[in-house]
């Protein structure tokens, strides 16, 4: 939920917006006043909604809305009777809300185009469900994502977000205030900024500790030390130490991943040597609510100030700005400990550190006995309601083999696995066969009469080339003819592909281009109904051959070529559906499988089982860069960004400009742009085994003339190699560079150019 608070003309509250997502196949239950506005949208234009009214007593009663017809739903039973895991989670939703049984027989039923915005007359709740059936991996009909935007009148209080579960105590700290309160081992704090732009000071003492007249506290400088980052976040790096270097808290959930660490407190000589002189300050406000606890005063306090935005500059110097905190976001601790803690709400209003305008701070406090996932929020756009990380339909089965996960577009993945690690993982890939879950990778359904049309102008590859069962992989540009993103284009049948990528914004430029240009088309995010694992190395076609069942009309494993795909079932003819594509992203014979997420268990089981006689592996996101790298294979936001191309990026072979003579996005300014000028992608052999990285710049004497994009250090070429940009006039196989490093002077690594991929150039391996 996000919450946005608009003023009357008088500057008071007056409204307050507050945003909701319902995801596909979810519902929402919203309690409603006279004079609240609630308007519903679909994310992709094709979404209805299902609406259960029910009056103050809890008794449905339709006629509240006025103007509509009740009927008996068929999308809410439909899903419900499918004993899908979605199906059972709306079932356990509805009985929580206590929504009665015939409530069913009269639900208000909204298309896509009718979905409703009105004004609430009596108190009512309504129950919006967004419903729809599982996936099939041949389908493309799916319950995609509703967004709820409910204008009401609230107390300023009330003004935070439902809280995550029954709080032990709800805690207001008044702008430019402190206050104390204690937690007991196992407890749940919940920090939240009320209306966004707020910064809150934090302090935590060892209670048994300060019992004894000792100050054992949180340690900024040590955390820093043991987790390697500027700051905590949910994950492996998730842990506060004090000064004795044991754990304090943990953070499990942050919705917004921009905070301080390295400034004290603001205290009274930082508004003095400003000339504010008397100006309040957390320093002051901390002293003052520690005092009954015989905490003696200071000058200043070390703290973590949640939601404060510090940056380093590369100069030496520590920016602010003006925090990225929306109203309503948060962070999550758990105490390790009893605590005693302390939160201030800052009331520096001399510059941008809490937006000019000092707010309130709400503390939750939660039982030890519950229990919330790791999350790390993130939003496709600035404006929308933050989302939280996933855990992928294979999780039960990685999480039982490592606890290393790290956050990745959303979801968590594994980096490398107890028992095997990445250079052992890394080996079975090459020598045997090893598994991936490669989930957090975007789908979307691309439908419609103008399906083909539309593709030939997104993608730069010639769409109508493409054969149904075939894919093809390309790249996305915009106008400048930067990359917006990579990926594999499916044809489903002659009106039907489906997109997989990196980067879920690619959903929202392909609707807005549609849009755009009148095609008749529908794009639909179908991610979260089709999980997949990537099968490689050279034992992956005999394993999945001999659990993998094909009608006669798709091929077989055995059978199916480089970049096709096929339709089968892990099981014989009743078993469980899947797609088998003949790709990956490790430059060896591989394969990826795709299911619904609800038989994501039993496929991982089927293919752990099977690859045993071969000795399988899991493959982790550290052995998988070790492979990419070698493959010469591209990666976002290191290969390839918005600003460079697909040729700089070192695919040019996706951009056909000769037998391709229809338009796309980008043609044009690759069109204007000399061969002869652009930057080239090439490989480095690294004289030394010492570490490069991706941003160390490369240079030709004292000039730089390229950038190093990723690097590794490659067991099969014994040595340290890196993947590089580099002016076109040093990209010459043979040609000698160095590689700078420190400030680029004071250390050099040799280097020489070579042609890219750097393990199996002729892709004999992959293509076998």
């Known amino acids: 939920m996000k919450t946005v608070r608009y003023m009357n003309k008088a500057g008071e509250d007056d409204l307050i917006l507050r945003q909701y997502r319902i995801a596909g196949q979810g519902a929402l239950r919203l309690e409603l006043q006279p004079g609240d506005r609630l308007v519903v949208k679909s994310v992709d234009g094709e979404q209805g909604c299902e609406v259960i009214v029910l009056n103050e007593a809890g008794n449905s009663s339709p006629e509240l809305l006025d103007g509509c017809v009740p009927v008996a739903s068929v999308s809410i039973k439909a899903q419900i009777a499918e004993c899908s895991v979605a199906g059972k989670r709306l079932e356990t939703l509805l009985g929580h809300w206590k929504v009665p049984d015939h409530a069913l027989q009269e639900v208000v039923s909204f298309t896509a185009l009718d979905l409703p915005a009105m004004t609430v007359k009596q108190p009512m709740v309504l129950i919006l469900v967004a419903a729809g059936e599982n996936m099939g991996v041949e ?3 799916l319950a995609s994502e509703l967004c709820v935007e ?5 107390k300023a209080w009330e003004d935070v977000p439902e809280p995550l579960a029954v709080p032990v105590k709800d805690i207001r700290i008044p702008h430019s205030t402190a206050t104390t309160y204690e937690v007991k081992a196992g407890e749940w704090i919940q920090i939240i900024d009320v209306q966004g732009k707020q910064c809150s000071d934090f302090i935590a003492f060892d209670k048994a500790a300060l019992d004894n007249g000792q100050e054992v506290t949180l340690d900024a400088a040590a955390t820093r030390t043991i987790m390697g980052h500027s700051l905590p976040q949910p994950g492996l790096h998730s842990r506060f130490s004090d000064q004795n270097l044991r754990t304090m808290l943990e953070v499990y959930q942050d919705t917004v991943g921009c905070h301080d660490s390295f400034l004290l407190a603001c205290n009274v000589k930082y508004y003095e040597d400003n000339g504010y002189f008397g100006h309040i300050s957390c320093t002051e406000n901390f002293n003052l609510a520690l005092q009954k606890y015989n905490v003696s005063p200071r000058r200043s306090w070390p703290a973590i100030n949640f939601f404060f935005n510090t940056s380093s500059e590369e100069c030496g110097a520590i920016a602010a700005d003006e925090p990225w905190s929306q109203a309503g976001d948060y962070v999550l601790l758990r105490a390790s400990r009893d605590l005693i803690c302390v939160s201030s709400a800052c009331p520096d209003d001399i510059d941008s550190a809490n937006g000019w305008n000092p707010t309130d701070i709400h503390i939750r406090i939660y039982s030890s006995e519950e229990m919330f996932p790791r999350s790390i929020a993130y939003r496709t756009t600035p404006e929308e309601v933050s ?11 990685t999480s039982a083999l490592t606890q290393r996960f790290s956050e990745y577009r959303g979801y968590w993945v594994a980096t490398q696995y107890e028992g095997w690690g990445p250079r052992a993982e890394y ?16 789908k979307f359904e691309i439908v419609g009469p103008d399906a083909e049309a539309f593709m030939q102008l997104a993608i730069t590859r010639n769409v109508r080339r493409v054969s149904v069962g075939e894919i093809v992989y390309s790249a996305i540009c915009h106008e400048t003819g930067g990359m917006i993103d990579d990926g594999t284009l499916f044809r489903m049948s002659e009106q039907a592909f489906r997109w997989v990528c990196g980067d879920p914004y690619t959903g929202i430029w392909l609707r807005d281009l549609a849009v755009k240009h009148n095609y008749r088309v529908s794009v639909r995010d179908s991610s979260d109904q089709l999980h997949n694992l990537a099968v490689q ?3 992956s076609r005999a394993l999945l051959a001999s659990i993998i069942w094909t009608p006669e009309w798709h091929p077989e494993v055995e059978k199916l070529r480089w970049f096709h795909f096929t339709i089968g079932r892990i099981g014989g003819p009743d078993g469980v559906p899947v797609m088998i594509s003949r790709t990956g992203y490790t430059g060896e014979l591989g394969f990826e499988v795709w299911c619904h997420p609800d038989t994501a268990e039993t496929v991982w089981d089927a293919i752990w089982e099977a690859g045993q006689p071969y000795e399988i592996a ?3 996101f550290d052995a998988l860069d070790m492979l990419r790298i070698e493959a010469g294979l591209i990666f976002a936001e290191h290969e390839f960004c918005p600003e460079t191309n697909p040729y700089e990026a070192g695919i040019g072979f996706t951009v056909p400009m000769k037998s391709k003579e229809e338009d796309f996005i980008g043609r044009a300014a690759m069109a204007r742009q000399s061969m002869e000028s652009r930057h080239k992608l090439v490989g480095l052999f690294m004289d030394t085994d010492e570490p490069v990285a991706h941003g160390d710049q490369v240079y030709n004497g004292r000039f730089p003339v390229g950038v190093v994009t990723s690097a590794t250090v490659s067991p099969v070429m014994k040595k340290t190699i890196a993947m590089c940009r580099v002016a076109p006039d040093f990209a010459a196989p043979g040609t000698r560079l160095e590689v700078g490093q420190l400030d680029g002077y004071k250390k050099r690594l040799g280097a020489e150019v070579t042609s890219l991929p750097f393990y199996d150039p002729e892709r004999i391996r992959v293509r076998g």
């Open 139 to 141: 389908q493309h009909s």
């Open 150 to 154: 409910h204008f009401c009148v609230k």
């Open 387 to 397: 989302r939280m990380t996933k855990q992928t339909g294979f999780h039960s089965r």
């Open 427 to 442: 080996l079975a890939c090459r020598e045997r066969v090893a598994m991936l879950d490669l989930t957090p990778l975007r």
């Open 537 to 539: 190395g050279p034992d």
């Open 618 to 620: 899991p493959l982790g």
